[in-house]
């Protein structure tokens, strides 16, 4: 694989499919990760009931994980272990119960091993209802063992 | 009730236990909301294994997650209903599976309506895992509607 | 002013001349806002030596207030007085002595009377030094008071 | 210097008497770094009038740059090169000009390379005006090159 774009697209798609997998606690939410490219990511989440808050909305921790997978997937997409350092989220619009939300996540900034990812919550009527901002520190060896760094 | 005290007491009394029978979502990932005092929460959780991430131990947003729920209980403890505006977590260790986490939550600021709150999140060593900022704005009713506010 | 886009076109050139002449800290460290449009700001500052810190290269502090002042000419730009309420920066690069930094700014939500804005601090290599994300709350009266709403 | 108590308590003198002398900007504002101790500095500012704002209060900048100096003062003072990584200000109050302000800043944690320090800005009441956290990591080189190393 001598292209590079073929080798981030590939070293992305591994370690998207390992994260997909093995991502349980993504799983106990019900979240799908859709789609994972070199430095981004989109999964969606549909706010059940069992996710809701004292007033109950959606919960903040539930969209929280959203996004939070979304910058997981985002940040170790070329296929280098990355680990989160800090997360900071702005929650703009009450989420409701039943909500279809989707959170897309882009790479702003990879610097030697410090990576900025920005990602936007949206609920199905394409209104944003959280803007998350997350720092990563790569750690030096790959997600997934045998498949191209990028 | 005359002492403001009490008085300030019975609200977060009330708004804790309001909190502790009504957040689904705590009790989705087990969290146990053990105190509330005015402007102070106190949450543990034990970390699952369906409460993992794609490496194998605890997920930061279920870490996330159990500390917003203390955010949540400590920003609405005066019966005065609050809503997250912002909040900001920064992972200073790795949780592992079977980690019994306790987090604190302790009001550090309140002007007019916008409130500061730090939560500190750590293992059963007594270790800081994580340090959490959250951002409050009361919107004007009460949590508990026949309770006290204060 | 009929027109809509002409009424918030107004608004920010009152706001934005208003901010140009009155922010003496800006004055103080050598920054020129350029330009103020609905929702948009931009800046520079050449970083000048009495802008360094103890390692000899341009200060937080200097490339803060730089993305500052065009947040706050952006969260202004509706001549709704706004306020600053948190400010989150991320340092991407080191910035040297007489480097030409431009900061750039839009609005990513205004909601009520809370938003959101997301500035860039570039170099004159267009590489970006810096990421901002203010949040703002208006309060209700006019920035300049005899200037058209928006 | 056997104890290892005096040796950091040397190694912070140390680096505090070079970012007293060296911090060009802190001096362009007459911020005095008053202490550094192992994991704590304090600096103070008086707020003049080519500090504010187009409001005509202290500006967001100034009080950043206070934080920021204590900032840097306490994660560098192990004698160890530290760089703000992310920085996050919430303003709770107004300052006004001529207010003798004071930053007083601590170490929370400190893993590996990665520090988070907690600075609170307040003014001549005691009443605090600004939170800041600020998340730094070491890069492996002394501060001052023939002082101790904590």
Redesign the interface.
Known sequence: MADPEDRAQAAAEAAGR??A?????????GIVLEEVRPGYARARMTVR????????IG????T??LA??VF?AACNSHNR?A???????????PVALGDDLVAEGRE??L?GR?G?Y?IVVSNQDGM?VA?F?G?SRQVGEP?VADAPVA
């Open positions: 390992h994260f997998e093995h991502d349980l606690m993504a799983k106990t939410l009931r069992d996710m809701s808050n004292a007033a109950g919960h903040g921790g539930a929280f994980t939070d997978v997981g272990l680990l989160a350092q800090n997360c900071n989220i702005t929650f703009l619009a702003v900034s610097q410090g900025v920005d944003a803007l901002r720092l997600v």
